[in-house]
């Protein structure tokens, strides 16, 4: 059974940074690209960030790009999100998500119960 | 970016009724278009990739259709436990984006 174990989240004042990160479990997790997607309290889903198996390609969305880094290691079955100039607007939940191939198809066929950042001062 | 929009914004519906939602694209997204479904207090599900392609363990009575710019989601023989957000995602372009939903309600 696929399992993703999101941890890091937690309240954070603006213009601080934070590290998300994800535990995978119950398959080969270097065979498939992963993604973060997060979701703002009582609000819809936004695609974060997603990077192919092998960190070869990496994609941002608009809204945090230059301030968050995506990263993964293959040898701890790991995903990170490193998060930097917080903003109010970035408090989320935040879910791991695994793509359905190596390559970023964009779809998400699994998904963690996501960590809560909180931004504020 | 692609918009997607998502009608109606909420549908209330009894019980073995079929739920007909839509999704429509700022531009074609050809058929690279999914949808999920999001209960309360869960993370989402996918249900349907490509437009019309059931993913593993989805009911029969999910379905898709659709291509460039508009798409259904249809739910036929509506049970209490589809009660939930539905949301559209495109891939066809960079960023991959979603619809804003449609909250399906169970009368």
């Known amino acids: 059974e696929v399992q993703l174990v999101e941890s890091g989240g937690g309240l954070v004042q603006p213009g601080r940074s934070l590290r998300l990160s994800c535990a995978a479990s119950?398959?080969?997790?270097?065979?498939?690209?992963m993604h973060w997607v997060r979701q703002a309290p009582g609000k819809g889903l936004e695609w974060v960030s997603g990077?192919?198996?092998?960190?070869?390609?990496?994609h941002y969305a608009d809204s945090v790009e230059g301030r968050f880094t995506i990263s993964r290691d293959n040898a701890r079955n790991s995903l990170y999100l490193q998060m930097s100039s917080l903003r109010a607007e970035d408090m989320a939940l935040y879910y791991c998500?695994?793509?359905?191939?190596?390559?970023?198809?964009?779809?998400?066929?699994?998904w963690g119960q996501g960590t809560l950042v909180t931004v504020s001062s | 970016e692609i918009v997607l929009t998502q009608s109606p914004a909420t549908l209330s519906l009894s019980p073995g009724e079929r739920a007909t939602l839509s999704c429509r694209a700022s531009?074609?997204?050809?058929?690279?278009l999914g949808w999920y479904q999001q209960k309360p207090g869960q993370a989402p599900r996918l249900l349907i990739s490509?437009?019309?392609n059931r993913a593993t363990g989805i009911p029969a009575r999910f379905s898709g259709s659709g291509s460039g710019t508009d798409f259904t989601l249809t739910i036929s023989g509506l049970e209490p436990e589809d009660c939930a957000v539905y949301y559209c995602?495109?891939?066809?372009?960079?960023?991959?984006?979603f619809g804003p939903g449609t909250k399906v309600e169970i009368k």
């Open positions: 998500v695994k793509d359905e191939n190596s390559i970023l198809t964009g779809y998400y066929d699994s």
């Open positions: 119950g398959f080969t997790f270097d065979d498939y690209a």
């Open positions: 990077i192919t198996w092998n960190s070869g390609a990496i």
């Open positions: 531009q074609s997204v050809s058929s690279f």
């Open positions: 490509d437009a019309s």
């Open positions: 995602q495109q891939r066809s372009n960079w960023p991959f984006t």
